[in-house]
C-alpha cells in the first residue's frame, strides 16, 4: 500500500490525497537489546523486520530479507558507508547532498520559512505541532532529503515527536536512512530571563561565542560543548552548524559576534575545544573512536575564513562580496581551522564537515586564476582544503549560494558570487567538482540530477557515479557514527528532563559571569552596595531592519528587567534622589556599508561602516578599492571615500552624556552590549566604570556590578582609538590597530581586562598576549 501512495504523490492532481495519506505515524517505537551490541529501536508504521543472526538482531531496512554490509552494526562504519552508497540510485544520492531550508517546527504561517499542513497554515489545519507540513512531506519523499535544518521549536517535547515521526518516515522508504537534523547555534540568553539555580528552562543558555572566547578558558569551552550536545541530541538534533572559527580581522563586519575574536592562537584553542566537545562521546554512550550517542557533528565554518571582507562588508550580500588581504595574509586565516578543528584533542580528530564562505577570496587563487565564491572555487576546495591539508570529511556550501542575486542588499537571495552567469544547475556542478559534498538551503534535487547529466556527457557515466558515491560516503559517515541507522528515535519524557535542566541551566550561567570584561572602574567605584537607589535611563530603539531585512519597530523602553534589578536596587525616575546611574547601551550600529537609497539616486551606494556613535566622514580611505563587479552594478570602484554616515542607534550615547550632566558628579557605570569593538572615547570619561559583554541575562551583570561575582574575562580583540585607526588597519590582519587608552592609562587592547585587584596578569595572559603569529 505504501508504494502505491508514493507513486500518487507524484500525481499532480492527487496531491491532497497524497497530503493527507502520508502523514506519517510512528506507532509504536519497538526496542531490542543486544547483549554486547547495539540496541535497536525502530518504528512499527515503517515496515522494517528484525533478522537474527545468532544471537543478535539487526534491521531490514532496505526490506530485501538477507542482511546487508550497511545493516550490520557489527562491521565498521567505513564498510559500512561504501556498501550503501552502491547501493544508491544517483536520484538518492542527490537527495542526500541536499541541506533543507530553514525548518520552523511547527511550520510559520507566512515569511520566507512559511509551511502548510494538507494545503493549510498550521493554526487552522488541526494539525499537531508535531506533524510533518506538506513540504516536509515533499522533500523528504520526493526529492530524498535527509539533512534537515531546524530552527526554531515549540518545546523539547515537541522536537522529540516531530523526529520521531521524521525518522519513521525515512525508515519506512528507500533504503532506511535516517534524517540528520541539525540547528545553528542555539544556546544563547534571554536578557530579561530570571535565574535560580533549582530552576530549569527551555534550554541553557550560555554567553555568546565572543562571550566565549573572552572566557580565554578552553575547558569552560569544552564543558559547554559536552552539555550543548547532550541538549541537542535529546532535541534530536545530529549536526551543529557552527562553531564559526573566522578571525575577525576587520572590526566593522557584522559578524563579528558569531566568532571566536581575532587573535589566531585563542581562536584556534576554542575552536578545539568547542568542537571536542561537541563531538566526543564516552562511556556506554560512546560506539567507537568517541563517536556516539552523545556525539553531535560538528560542521565548522567558513573556511577559508570570511573576516576579511573589505570595508567590513557581509557577503550575505552582493555588496560585500569581496574578501581581500591587503596584509597578504591569507593564510593566517586557515590556523583555526588546520591547527583547531582538524586537530582535536579528542578520539573523534577532525570535524566531521566544513562550510565555505560565501566570499569570493579575491586574487587569492594562484593556480587557475578564479575570483569565484570559496565554494566554487577547486583551488580553495581541492588543492587547498582536500590535497594539501587532508581534510576529507563533508564540505557543505552555505545556504542559498546556488541561486540568482536578485538585489544587491537584499539578504533573502541567491549568492553565486562569480558564476552568476551559469544555469542554475552549472553552479552546482561547478560546485561539485571543486570537491563540495553538499548544497546548503536547497530541498529539491532536480539541479543536483542535471549537474550529474552535465558531467556524464564531460566525463562518462562512471567518473561521475564514482564522483557521487565518493560525497555519499561521507555524509552517510557522519550518520552511521551516531548510531542513527540503529536508533534514531527519542523518548519525549526523557528529553524533557534533559533539556534545560537545572545542572545544565547553572553551568551556563557561571559561563556568563565569567565572560564580562571589565574595563574601567576608577576609585574602585564597583563593586556597588545593594540596596542603594539607582537611576536607569530609557533607550530608544529606532525603527529599522534585522539582519535578514525585516522591519523592527520603534520603541523606548528600559534596556533591563526592572524587576531583576528591584532585588539589587531600589530604582527612581530622578537622577537627584540615586546614589549612583545604571547606563545600558548597546555598540554603535551604522549598518552594512551600504545605502539603498543613495544608490537609487545615481551614487554608487557604498559608505562607510562606522565604529562610532556620532557622524562619521571617510577620509584617506581606499580608491579605488581592491575588489569591485556585480552585474547588477556598472562600476567597479566600490570606494566610499568622502562619504558620511551615523549610527543608528546614536541616541545611546546620549543616555551615558545626558546621564553624566543629570547625576552631577554621582557615578555613572556604563554596561556595553558588544557585537563589534566600539570607539569609547566618545564616551569614556564620562563613565566611573565599563562592563562590556557579549550576551548575558541581565542579572549576571547585576550579580557582577554588586560583588556577587568577580570580573574575570578578557577582551577577545582590540578596541580602536579612533576610526582613522579602523581604516588605517588592514582587513586581513589581527591585532594590527591603535588601541584606545582611556583616562586612568589603560589600554584596550586584545586581552585586556580587570578584576577588583586591577590589571589582570594570569596564565591566560601569559600565553595569549604574546605577538600574534600567522602564516604570511
Known amino acids: 500500500m505504501k508504494k502505491i501512495i508514493l507513486l500518487l504523490c507524484l500525481i499532480p492532481a492527487l496531491s491532497a490525497y497524497c497530503q493527507q495519506q502520508t502523514q506519517p505515524a510512528p506507532g509504536n517505537i519497538i526496542a531490542i537489546t543486544n547483549k554486547g551490541g547495539q540496541q535497536l529501536k525502530y518504528s512499527s508504521a515503517s515496515g522494517v523486520k528484525i533478522i537474527k543472526e545468532g544471537n543478535n538482531s539487526f534491521k531490514d531496512l532496505n ?16 564498510v559500512r558507508a561504501k556498501d550503501l552508497a552502491s547501493k544508491l540510485s544517483i536520484e538518492q544520492i542527490a537527495g542526500l547532498m541536499l541541506y533543507s531550508r530553514h525548518q520552523p517546527i511547527p511550520a510559520a504561517a507566512g515569511g520566507p520559512f512559511a509551511g502548510t499542513y494538507n494545503g493549510k497554515p498550521f493554526a487552522d489545519s488541526g494539525a499537531k505541532p508535531s506533524d510533518l507540513s506538506d513540504q516536509q512531506l515533499a522533500f523528504l519523499t520526493k526529492d530524498n532529503v535527509r539533512h534537515v535544518l531546524i530552527t526554531s521549536v515549540q518545546s523539547p517535547e515537541v522536537a522529540a515527536l ?40 527551555a534550554i541553557s543558555m550560555w554567553p555568546g561565542s565572543l562571550g566565549l572566547a573572552a572566557s580565554f578558558n578552553p575547558d569552560l569551552v569544552q564543558k559547554f560543548g559536552q552539555i550543548a550536545a547532550t541538549e541537542y541530541r535529546a532535541l534530536g538534533l545530529t549536526t551543529a552548524l ?99 578543528a582538524f586537530k582535536l584533542k579528542g578520539k573523534t580528530a577532525k570535524a566531521s564537515a566544513v562550510m565555505p564562505y560565501y566570499t569570493v577570496s579575491f586574487d587569492q587563487d594562484k593556480k587557475y586564476n578564479e575570483n569565484v565564491g570559496n565554494s566554487y572555487n577547486k583551488y580553495i576546495i581541492s588543492d587547498l582544503l582536500r590535497d594539501q591539508y587532508q581534510y576529507d570529511g563533508v564540505v557543505c556550501t552555505d545556504w542559498l549560494v546556488t541561486g540568482d542575486e536578485t538585489a544587491i ?80 528515535y ?3 519524557e526523557a528529553s524533557k528532563k534533559i533539556v534545560g535542566q537545572a545542572a545544565f541551566m547553572q553551568a551556563g550561567y557561571e559561563a ?83 545605502n539603498s537609497e543613495l544608490a537609487k539616486i545615481g551614487t554608487t551606494g557604498y559608505v562607510p561602516i562606522s565604529l562610532q556613535y556620532g557622524p562619521y566622514t571617510a577620509q584617506g580611505t581606499r580608491d579605488p578599492s581592491i575588489g569591485g563587479g556585480d552585474p547588477l552594478e556598472t562600476f567597479t570602484n566600490r570606494s566610499y571615500i568622502g562619504k558620511s554616515t551615523q549610527a543608528i542607534n546614536h541616541t545611546d550615547l546620549s543616555m551615558v552624556t545626558d546621564t553624566y550632566a543629570k547625576m552631577k558628579g554621582k557615578p555613572v557605570i556604563v554596561s556595553m552590549h558588544m557585537t563589534n569593538p566600539a570607539v569609547m572615547g566618545e564616551f569614556e570619561k564620562q563613565a566611573n566604570a565599563i562592563l562590556v559583554y557579549f550576551g548575558v541575562q541581565d542579572q549576571a551583570l547585576l550579580d557582577l556590578l554588586t560583588g556577587v561575582a568577580e570580573p ?14 579602523v581604516e588605517a588597519q588592514f582587513e586581513d590582519v589581527p591585532r594590527d590597530m591603535k588601541c584606545y587608552v582611556d583616562a586612568e592609562g589603560n589600554r584596550y587592547d586584545f586581552g585586556f581586562g580587570m578584576n577588583w585587584k586591577g590589571v589582570i596578569k594570569d596564565a591566560r595572559t601569559a600565553k595569549y598576549l604574546k605577538p600574534t603569529l600567522g602564516l604570511k
Do not use: C
Not at 542482511?67 to 567505513?78: F, G, S
Not at 566526543?280 to 560512546?286: N, P, R
Not at 528591584?566 to 551604522?590: A, G, H, M, Q, W
Open 63 to 78: 526490506k530485501n530479507g538477507k542482511l546487508d554490509a550497511y545493516e550490520d552494526w557489527r562491521l565498521q562504519v567505513e
Open 409 to 488: 542588499d537584499v539578504f533573502l537571495t541567491g549568492k553565486s558570487w562569480g558564476v552568476e552567469k551559469l544555469s542554475v544547475a552549472q553552479r552546482h556542478y561547478k560546485a561539485l567538482m571543486a570537491g563540495v559534498d553538499q548544497y546548503g538551503g536547497n530541498n529539491e534535487m532536480g539541479p543536483v540530477i542535471e549537474a550529474y547529466q552535465i558531467g556524464v556527457k564531460e566525463h562518462g557515466e562512471a567518473l561521475m557515479r564514482k564522483r557521487f558515491e565518493v560525497s555519499a560516503v561521507r555524509l552517510l559517515l557522519n550518520i552511521f557514527r551516531l548510531g542513527l541507522f540503529e536508533n534514531p
Open 162 to 201: 516531530w523526529n520521531n515521526n521524521a525518522q519513521a518516515l525515512a525508515e519506512g522508504i528507500g533504503l532506511g536512512i535516517p534524517v540528520n537534523n541539525s540547528s545553528d547555534p542555539r544556546h544563547g540568553t534571554v536578557a530579561n530571563a530570571e535565574y535560580n539555580a533549582g530552576a530549569g528552562g
Open 490 to 492: 527519542l523518548d519525549t
Open 242 to 340: 557552527s562553531p564559526q572559527v573566522d578571525l575577525a580581522t576587520d572590526p566593522r563586519w557584522n559578524r563579528v559576534s558569531g566568532t571566536f575574536g581575532e587573535d589566531p592562537q585563542l581562536a584556534t584553542d576554542i575552536a578545539r575545544a568547542y568542537i571536542d566537545g561537541f563531538q566526543t562521546s564516552t562511556g556506554d554512550k560512546e560506539i567507537k573512536n568517541g563517536w556516539g550517542f552523545n556525539s553531535v557533528n560538528a560542521m565548522v565554518k567558513h573556511w577559508p575564513g570570511g573576516g576579511s571582507g573589505e570595508g567590513g562588508r557581509d557577503a550575505h550580500y552582493g555588496y560585500g562580496k569581496y574578501a581581500v588581504y591587503p596584509g597578504n595574509n591569507f593564510k593566517t586565516h586557515f590556523l583555526p581551522f588546520i591547527n583547531g
Open 512 to 594: 556568563q559571569l565569567q565572560s564580562v570584561v571589565m574595563l574601567k572602574n576608577k576609585a574602585n567605584v564597583l563593586p556597588l552596595q545593594k540596596n542603594k537607589t539607582v537611576y536607569i535611563p530609557k533607550q530608544f530603539t529606532p525603527a529599522g531592519r534585522n539582519f535578514l531585512g525585516m522591519p523592527t519597530p520603534e520603541k523606548l523602553d528600559y534596556p533591563v528587567n526592572l524587576d531583576i534589578v528591584k532585588k539589587y536596587f531600589k530604582v527612581t525616575d530622578n537622577p537627584d534622589e540615586s546614589d549612583y546611574s545604571l547606563v545600558f547601551i548597546n555598540n554603535p550600529n551604522s549598518g552594512g556599508g551600504y
Open 712 to 725: 574575570s574575562a578578557l577582551l577577545p580583540f582590540q578596541l580602536p582609538a579612533d576610526m582613522q585607526t
